[in-house]
């Protein structure tokens, strides 16, 4: 099993930066593909970012150029840095992990992005 807890979560304005992290009860070597989600209200839950064990990221288009994923896998810690960020970024954004076949999440931290 894997516990997940996200912090960093809070109120920014439009244009300014936020970093999420996601910390893990175990060691992150083993854990192929880690990730951010989000959900807004009213909305499905949605990809953020996931990064491999190596390191390579994929992101949605809609955070392409603003977003960037890291993991430091020694620390056991994953990251989102998010840059010019929008109101329609607005969600709880949650960290997943995907562990022999299994999704894990965190409790999920509220992003609000104001005008």
């Known amino acids: 099993q894997v516990q997940l807890v996200e912090s960093g979560g809070g109120l920014v304005q439009a244009g300014g930066s936020q970093r999420l992290s996601c910390a893990a009860s175990r060691s992150i070597f083993s854990i192929n593909v880690m990730g951010w989600y989000r959900q807004a209200p009213g909305k499905e839950r949605e990809l953020v970012a996931r990064?491999?064990?190596?390191?390579?990221?994929h992101y949605a288009d809609s955070v392409k150029g603003r977003f960037t994923i890291s993991r430091d896998n020694a620390k056991n810690l994953m990251y989102l840095q998010m840059n010019s960020l929008k109101p329609e970024d607005t969600a709880v954004y949650y960290c997943?992990?995907?562990?022999?076949?299994?999704?894990?999440w965190g409790q999920g931290t509220q992003v609000t992005v104001s005008s």
């Open positions: 990064i491999t064990a190596s390191g390579t990221p």
């Open positions: 997943n992990a995907n562990y022999w076949g299994l999704d894990y």
